[in-house]
């Protein structure tokens, strides 16, 4: 998978800050020829390898077949398509496997940075081959903290029993994928989205935060299990052990939009 990603990286760089066709999807989303070049690219070189695996990806139909096979890839040719429309640095390649709903390994490439997160299950995590771990912050206040600004800003927040969040250095990305691995690889405290989320922008990472000595569960604390019938997750909330818990406290209680 991760010579995969790789050599897919190649077809982004072409088109990056370009020319090519660009289109909104059902639900407004934005989706581009390059999306599509990569997919078709990783559907070929993956399940010619292993064609008994299922796939689901967010560019291909989807087909009810995965459900019943063994191991799954889980596939997003580009997270972060908004970045890559804007000309930024800040979107992914992602692939995983996923085995009885939790990734058994992963890769998360950033074509344009060079970055190549991998994980393989009870194997560790790697940022281009080294080995990378979470942060042992213990404190959300000063903590690093990738999401979006008004995640942490809404009023409601100052609602009892609600608690506003404390003074916090936050960042955000478009690829969702890219904000699981940047903590993975210590470069981030934590990520908090607390919005529906599909398999695909979160299979490949939640490995890697994993084997990084990361947690990366729901808002509610709850394990993502992925390859469902509907591939959708309702929230993720990613961090140091510590910290992790302490976030949670936090927001386990919010009622969110069900996915």
């Given at each position: ?19 090519y ?8 989303q ?42 799954v ?21 992602c ?34 081959g ?26 409601d ?6 608690l ?24 981030f ?27 990366l ?43």
């Amino acid at each position: 998978m991760e010579e995969a990603v790789r050599d897919a990286g190649a077809i982004a760089r072409k088109f990056y800050r370009g020319s090519y066709r660009k289109w909104s999807k059902d639900k407004g989303q934005p989706v581009t020829e390059c999306d599509l070049a990569i997919d078709a690219f990783l559907a070929q070189r993956l399940m010619s390898a292993r064609r008994e695996y299922g796939w689901l990806s967010e560019e291909t139909e989807d087909a009810p077949q995965r459900l019943q096979a063994p191991l799954v890839f889980v596939v997003d040719p580009i997270d972060g398509t908004v970045a890559f429309l804007k000309g930024r640095p800040y979107f992914t390649i992602c692939a995983a496997t996923v085995r009885d709903g939790r990734p058994l390994a992963g890769a998360v490439y950033n074509p344009i940075t060079g970055e190549c997160f991998t994980a393989v299950a009870s194997q560790g995590a790697r940022l281009n081959g080294k080995s990378i771990h979470v942060t042992q912050r213990e404190q959300i206040e000063g903590c690093r903290m990738l999401g979006p600004k008004a995640t942490f800003e809404h009023p409601d927040w100052s609602i009892a029993p609600k608690l506003a969040w404390p003074p916090m250095h936050i960042e955000t990305r478009s690829s969702v994928a890219y904000r699981l691995a940047l903590v993975a690889c210590g470069a981030f405290d934590a990520t908090v989205a607390l919005s529906a989320k599909h398999d695909w922008d979160l299979a490949a990472a939640d490995v890697i935060v994993q084997e990084a000595g990361g947690r990366l569960t729901a808002h509610t604390g709850a394990t993502l299990h992925y390859n469902g019938r509907d591939p959708v997750q309702p929230s993720v909330v990613a961090a140091g052990p510590v910290l992790h818990a302490q976030i949670i406290e936090r927001v386990q209680d919010l009622k969110l939009p069900a996915p």
